[in-house]
């Protein structure tokens, strides 16, 4: 017998907000300033791991600049993606989802400084009970992070859905047996996501909303 949903945890880049084409610039923005290469797919690959990270993983040969790097990149960001906003239907469905009741959390790569910035530019914190960002917490996809919005909601991991666009996110969801969505809109494809058993794809932000109206609606029917 299934468990009504409760709560659903979405991460913020590429999944709710269309910022991966700026991330990726200005990563390669900052790699450039050091003289370090970077292509577009790797630096898109890396989305969604904590800063620490990402230099870690795109620069590993000069952890001496990996601060110099970071500040870069965060500097470019913050100057380039005033504009940046959600996708299309986003406000929508998370508006409709709270109206069913359901509680909504973030789990996301980004500094907690990067992350209050992006809920005030969409003047979205009253939309999420709980958000937890990387800095604060371990970098995905160790569990830590939904461990903790688990206990700040007293939710069972049963009874919440994580959604996002990488394989950190619905590696992390699988490491806590949290049930998980992909959406392919994002940066990891959908060949690479399928290998997490995620519930479903989605192809855009409508199949999403639609998707989970309808697994609170069974829930709620059983």
């Not at 990563?27 to 790797?42: E, I, M, N, S, V």
Request: proline share 5%; charged share 20%; aromatic share 6%.
């Amino acid at each position: 017998m299934q468990k009504p949903i409760e709560l659903i945890i979405f991460d913020w880049d590429g999944t709710l907000f269309d910022s991966v084409g700026q991330i990726v610039a200005s990563l390669k923005f900052a790699a450039q300033q050091f003289d370090q290469p970077l292509t577009d797919d790797a630096a898109k690959s890396i989305i969604g791991l904590g800063l620490p990270e990402v230099a870690q993983v795109l620069f590993p040969d000069v952890p001496e600049l990996h601060t110099d790097i970071l500040k870069s990149y965060g500097d470019h960001y913050v100057e380039h993606s005033k504009d940046d906003q959600w996708f299309a239907g986003v406000a929508e469905m998370l508006h409709d989802l709270k109206s069913q009741n359901i509680q909504l959390a973030v789990a996301t790569g980004k500094s907690r400084r990067g992350l209050d910035r992006v809920l005030a530019q969409t003047q979205s914190q009253d939309l999420f009970c709980v958000t937890r960002a990387a800095s604060e917490t371990k970098s995905k996809p160790d569990p830590l992070m939904l461990a903790e919005i688990l206990q700040h909601t007293g939710v069972e991991a049963d009874r919440a859905i994580m959604v996002g666009d990488t394989s950190y996110d619905l590696e992390m969801a699988q490491n806590i047996a949290m049930p998980r969505v992909g959406v392919s809109y994002g940066v990891h494809t959908p060949e690479t996501l399928q290998q997490f058993a995620p519930l479903t794809i989605a192809d855009d932000v409508q199949a999403l909303h639609q998707f989970l109206l309808r697994q609170n609606q069974l829930q709620d029917a059983i």
